[in-house]
T-cell receptor, first 116, second 115 residues
Framework: DQQVKQNSPSLSVQEGRISILNCDYTNSMFDYFLWYKKYPAEGPTFLIS?????DKNEDGRFTVFLNKSAKHLSLHIVPSQPGDSAVYFC???????????????FGQGTTLQVKP | EPEVTQTPSHQVTQMGQEVILRCVPISNHLYFYWYRQILGQKVEFLVS????????KSEIFDDQFSVERPDGSNFTLKIRSTKLEDSAMYFCASSGPGGGDNEQFFGPGTRLTVL
């Protein structure tokens, strides 16, 4: 199931710089997207979401951008901190007959390393 | 802050044995889910549960799997006869009234090892 793809398995940035994590999707019916962060031996932690009626959503250091025509979203972290080092997943719920189902489709994840 | 909890954190079992993984979702949530992540692979949806019944299940969720909400707080995943390929991290999640239009909150996971 390749409906949500994160093509970069890893990313390394310097503390204080911007981290940009990318995600592509193939199903044009997706209308809601989520980013999760995962530390080793923990479950995914919800970070930020975006609805397809928006092209940007911001929460503190985290901003998600959505480009519907390109079927692409990105997560920007500014400034990056060593504590941001984790695996980041993008996900989308599959559309159903009356709204989205709860079945989240996850990307493969991108491991972010922020160096002090 | 409310959180989803899961027990045990690690379960080791012999092939063919039954296991029950337990979860306590966030108390006012209505939608409950199980996912799994095989080492090195994606997080995969298994099943969603709402109003005391399964609302959706994946092709992975075959007759060997079942879910139950035995009381007002627990949500369990049972694997009747475990196989080697069931070894994975199993995550429980829950979400509020919006269901698929709300973020899901995940527990810390149970690592299942089938020998």
């Amino acid at each position: 199931d390749q409906q949500v793809k994160q093509n970069s398995p890893s990313l390394s940035v310097q503390e204080g710089r911007i981290s940009i994590l990318n995600c592509d999707y193939t199903n044009s019916m997706f209308d809601y997207f989520l980013w999760y962060k995962k530390y080793p031996a923990e479950g995914p932690t919800f970070l930020i979401s975006i609805s397809s009626i928006k092209d940007k959503n911001e929460d503190g250091r985290f901003t998600v951008f959505l480009n519907k025509s390109a079927k692409h979203l990105s997560l920007h972290i500014v400034p990056s901190q060593p504590g941001d080092s984790a695996v980041y997943f993008c996900a989308a719920p599959t559309p159903g007959g009356s709204g989205n189902t709860g079945k989240l489709i996850f990307g493969q994840g991108t491991t972010l390393q922020v160096k002090p | 802050e409310p959180e989803v909890t899961q027990t045990p954190s690690h379960q080791v079992t012999q092939m063919g044995q039954e296991v029950i993984l337990r979860c306590v979702p966030i108390s006012n949530h209505l939608y409950f889910y199980w996912y799994r992540q095989i080492l090195g692979q994606k997080v995969e949806f298994l099943v969603s549960f709402y109003n005391n019944e399964i609302s959706e299940k994946s092709e992975i969720f075959d007759d060997q799997f079942s879910v139950e909400r035995p009381d007002g707080s627990n949500f369990t995943l049972k694997i009747r006869s475990t196989k080697l390929e069931d070894s994975a991290m199993y995550f429980c999640a829950s979400s509020g009234p919006g269901g698929g239009d709300n973020e899901q909150f995940f527990g810390p996971g149970t690592r299942l090892t089938v020998l």
